[in-house]
């Protein structure tokens, strides 16, 4: 089992970078030719048939000498058998050496590059890859042939083999920094993301106070030739006092002293007697500290003999004259000796076989040579044809790296990318199989990434978008992920080191400072194309909504778990942010919200505020990858309906950014942003621990950037592009500065533009001209003028003019003002609208008209203020100003009353329904009165006559009338006084309302096939159809339909088990029933 060295604690809360500048990787490619990719994992001779070649679609026709075989974009040296005549014939093949992937490359992602921790283990792949081609134009490589005599050679008696034994049960994090730099616990301190001292792959701690046993083996060892040697790394696992008692046989090596997480070389030299026969024990015992094993790297003589080998490797010793004679012992017709000291220019050596002996010398042996004997040549695993691309870095500026299962959902977000509604981007999507090949020599590991980033950004490339999972190093060799492919499988996109960090990526690229990124990353942390194209429809509609307030408004939730410090400080952190953009040119609002317990966890009903829409929702608290101790709930909760209106998430707490775990992918954020038609557009979260003071200034830079003049109309991606750069240059050697910088992950699309305003946009809405007080028999009244400002805030105040006007002629025409009906009001002078200011105006009837009015608003007549739009800054408000009613109404009032048990005056008792409506009002002083007329609409708009009551005619009376056809929902009244001569007038409007009390029942429960829904109303018809919706555990409507005469039967077998939920919906409200479906 692979072990993880870390703690997670449950409280919230380097080396610098070295700029990237190297070649792209690619520079060996001839994109005119065709390649074919060769997996190696082991060291040996392989050996390529016609018939694998004919398999894998590899041209035979072409002229084998201009066959050609990269590896890290070399060409080596190859045997192509039987090319002599200039065909590929069906008994030629192809033979070179290979080797695996012992891990080096890795060396160019730690800080420093000798800071290597393991260089013998990959912390991604086992396989090197080899690429074969044809050349158009030059003969190939090949491997020579080295015949020297061996006429006065005095035979070696030995070699010195060489043994590696490298670890990989454990992944350790490497070491934690404080504020100021000191080395901490784990839990203590910050884990910067890069790879530096002591991450990486060792063998499981050895605890203070115990022992372990490693075996060294020895094979064929000749004991008259020097005393073996042992270099041995290991690693301090913790901060403190280490040492080391370390014995091989009965003899003590060393005992070695060291201090926090070091990584300790020791080298020494042995004596024979440490082993017996056929190997040695070293035994580790942790006197103090826990310390753990990286590699043994035993040398020491060995004979020449090749009994029962398939390949072996020899390390020959020097010799002054520069000739060796080799005579290897056990010796078969199939040995073959290579020289592959210089394994992109292997030489085949060639040897004389007698009776068992074969005899090889070997040039140039002033220094020691490294051979290869072969024996048996091995088979490839598969040879597999993949496709170059000539990439122009400067015809591009947005970026999508996919894996291939979502190679068609990328693909359409390009398209999207590329039109006009998606910005006019001229976008490349290229699949990570591509990047390895073509920019890591095969090899599936950030350092690819880095590499077509840095070759994309020198070409004005601004946003990078990962489609597709990643999983953290420690992961990659757990479970079942024992092969590459399976890895690459669940490590689609890698992220950049540990913590997951997706900006180291693209930190010190294209000449930009340590930990500054050269672009903007973001990733859809995905495996399924439904939810690639789930999100781009999120936002496609994100992108298309008009300007609206909602963009310019903020949720800002603080939580914590204690009164004394943690609760007080964060609200206190989110009322900065609330001020930042309240004040800058955005001119934002921001709502609070803030823990009122000291619970772990506390939620908060927010539903209205998300539905009614969110530019961004920002927390700061605790946290982890699935939840916050201010709790909203996930996306999927049925509660949440905001399609179109999707805002920015953004947590400041610990690992709420994690998406890089193997067992978890929903997490809050992926939930938020991946679940269809609801949630965020992005979500912005670390995947590491949090400091407040570090997470509150990344946060106020943030906002700041966010709501300035200069990143309005930017996209989210370059605002943090700013932030971080900022931040980092302000403390760029702290290692919780650059940590935390670092952490900070996006999900979703860095170049989605938050607030694309680029002027202000002062607006009328509807409903913003109102009366707030104010007699209809006098036409005095005071009136509201709210003024919005969808855009920037503007530079100078904002002026309303209004003007008045009447349907009939006012009784004074001598009015100063007055012109046609129409008298100008004045104007009203605002502050600066940031974002809605509301001022109230006086108007007295000083035309002493009655009936119909209409106030006239338009802000900014003048055109003083440069605006996006004018279109909406002109509003009619219509107010009826009655003449005073003819009789006095001391009250209208109504009330749903049950006719169980009760009789009621005028109407028939065989006709009574359930519920009754029951409108009573009293008057006074109605001599002039004919009756009342009452008048019901369901809208409060179009009315209908459903009763009339004569005039009592009498100085105070009491009316009552009975609506016996309630229907489910609102019911609106009002009283039609009828004169006999005057027009006639109408009383103030009230309603009723009958809630739908439905009886829902399902059965069965838990539901197997189908499940049937029976209903009940109790007023009204159930022979009325309603619409009902099935939704998904997810949130996912899975079936919709009508429920008829009280019942309905849904089909279940086709739905996976879990919880669903059914709404019910009369056209007035919803009703919710659980239903559990359990095949």
Known sequence: ???????????????????????????????????????????????????????AGFDLQANPQQIQLFRRGVEQAISVVGEGDGKFDGSDYIEFFGVGNDGSRDAELYVPKESHTNPYVSLFTD???????????????????????????????????????????????????????????????????????????????????????????????????????????????GRGAHSIDFTVGNSSVTNTAFSDLQTVKVNKSLDWSNFNTNEGTATITSKQGSNAVVYFKLSYAQTLDLSGISGKAINTRTNSSGTSLLRFSNATSNDQVYDITDLNAVQKITATLTNGTLDAVVGNAQSTRNLWVSRTAGSVARIERVSFRSINASDYNYLILTYKSLQQGADAYSAYRASSQGGSYKPLVVDMDLISNQFNYGENSPLAIRRFADYMAKGGSRHLFLIGRAIAPQYFRTGNLTTSEAMNEVNQIPTGGWPGSD??????????????????????????????????????????????????????????????????????????????????PLGGNAKIISKQTTANVEFFDVSKDVNAGLSMITFFGHSG????????????????????????????????????????????????????????????????????????????????????????????????????????SDNPNNKMTIGHAQEFNLQGDPAIVPYPLTKPDLAFEAGNLFVQSGSTSTGNFKLGVVVSNLGTVPGTNVKVSLKRTVNTAASNNTIANVSNNTMDLGTLTFNPVRYRDTLYFD???????????????????????????????????????????????????????????????GVDATSIPENVGTLSWKVSDEKNILGYGIEKSVDGKNWVSIGYTPSQHTSSALYTFYDTKLRVGNSYYRLKIDEASEPDHYSKIIALRVAPTYGLIAYPSPADADVTITIKENAGSTATAVQAVLYSPMGQAVWKGEI?????????????????????????????QKIVVAH
């Open 1 to 55: 089992m692979k072990k993880l060295y870390f703690l997670l604690p449950l409280l919230l809360l380097g080396w610098a970078r070295e700029s990237f500048s190297q070649q792209a990787g690619n520079e060996w490619i001839n994109y005119q030719q065709s390649y074919f990719k060769i997996p190696v994992t082991q060291k040996g001779i392989y050996r390529i048939t016609y018939a694998e070649l004919q398999s």
């Open 625 to 728: 990858p699935g939840y916050t101790d201010i709790d909203i709930g996930l996306a999927t909760n049925s509660n949440f309906n905001n399609k179109g209106k999707y805002p920015i998430m953004f947590v400041n707490g610990c690992e709420a950014g994690n998406i890089f775990s193997n067992d978890n992918i929903q997490t809050v954020g992926t939930n938020w942003v991946n679940t269809a038609d609801r949630g965020a557009i992005v979500f912005l979260g670390s995947s590491f621990l949090g400091w407040p003071s570090y997470l509150d200034r990344y946060s106020s830079l943030l906002f700041q950037n966010l709501s300035s003049s200069t990143y309005l109309n930017k996209s989210f991606g370059d605002v943090l592009v700013a932030t971080t750069t900022r931040y980092v």
């Open 127 to 237: 396989n090197s890859y080899y690429f074969l081609t044809v050349s158009q134009s030059t003969k190939g490589k090949r491997v020579a042939v080295s015949t020297l005599s061996s006429n006065g050679l005095t035979a070696e008696s030995y070699h010195l083999a060489e043994t590696v034994i490298a670890y990989n049960k454990a992944f350790h994090v490497g070491a934690s920094y404080d504020a100021v730099n000191n080395l901490q616990d784990y839990q203590q301190g910050i884990s910067v993301s890069e790879f530096g001292p002591g991450k990486g792959y060792m063998d499981e701690r050895i605890y203070a106070g115990s022992s372990r046993n490693y075996t060294l083996p020895l094979i064929n060892a000749y004991r008259q030739g020097p005393a073996p040697s042992l270099e041995t790394s290991f690693y301090g696992v």
């Open 1044 to 1072: 008829r005469n009280g019942a309905v039967t849904i089909p279940t077998q086709s739905l996976t088990n879990g919880l669903y939920h059914l709404h019910v919906n009369d056209g007035t409200a919803i009703q919710k």
């Open 843 to 905: 108007v007295t009837n000083t035309m002493n008209a009655v009936s119909n009015n209409q106030i006239d608003a338009v802000i900014d007549a003048e055109n003083a203020i440069d605006e996006v739009t004018k279109s909406n800054n002109q509003l009619a408000f219509d107010y009826v100003i009655d003449a005073p009613l003819p009789v006095s109404i001391i009250y209208f009032k109504g009330q749903v009353e049950s006719s169980a048990g009760k009789s009621f005056t």
């Open 503 to 584: 900006w180291l990526l693209v930190m010190g690229l294209n000449g930009k400072a340590a930990n500054v990124p050269a672009l903007s990353v973001g990733r859809l942390n995905t495996i399924t194309s439904d939810e690639v194209y789930a999100y781009l429809n999120k936002v496609k509609e994100y992108e298309s909504q008009p300007a609206a307030l909602w963009r310019k408004r903020f949720l800002n939730l603080s939580g914590g778990r204690d009164f004394n410090y943690e609760i007080p400080t964060f609200k206190n952190y989110a009322n900065g942010y609330s001020n930042i953009v309240k004040n800058a």
